[in-house]
């Protein structure tokens, strides 16, 4: 079962530790445990669409009881911040496309 509440992570963009890492993809291997990729709140919408930040914040807040009904750790509001901005960055640009 997924962890809701990683411990500190780098972020894959700008290098800083955060204590609300984002995960970006887990790369299963044929050995050992999964190799995965994390980034901070600022750099985590340049890398997911809107299904992925939706996942990711499905993921947290189902097992999360401090997310019901509302994202209300610390982790949730990252999340929750995390799929504003991409959903944010979507609509840009399908207006600049129309
Ligand atoms: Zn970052
Ligand atoms: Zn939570």
Redesign the pocket.
């Known amino acids: 079962m997924a962890d809701p509440n990683p411990s500190i992570r780098m ?6 530790l ?1 204590t609300t890492p984002i995960l970006l993809h887990a790369e299963d291997r044929t050995s050992g445990p999964a190799f995965c990729v994390y ?6 919408p340049a890398h997911l669409t809107l299904t992925q930040s939706l996942d990711r914040l499905f993921e947290h807040t189902h097992p999360c009881p401090d997310c019901t009904p509302l994202d209300s750790c610390e982790m949730g509001l990252a999340l929750a911040r995390v799929h504003g901005r991409v959903l944010r960055r979507q609509r840009q640009i399908t207006e600049s496309a129309s």
């Open positions: 972020c894959l963009d700008c290098k800083t955060t980034a901070c709140v600022d750099c985590a």
